[in-house]
């Protein structure tokens, strides 16, 4: 199954890594765990996110777009 990633937009944690929990379960997109992610953004290697809101994190499309292509070399 082919996931189609937004052109512009927000991206939320659980579209990125996916979400076996979700009903349908979610695939990911970077195949890693959460905390890997998180310590992915620290180091630089994922792009950083932007608060929405107090409890929202979302990262920009245009920037996992970007960290995909640049994976593929």
Known sequence: MTTQLPSTGFLRLPQIIGNPKANPPQPPIIPVCRSAWWAGVKSGRYPKPVKLSPRVTAWRAE????LIASAKG
């Open 63 to 66: 920037d996992i777009v970007a």
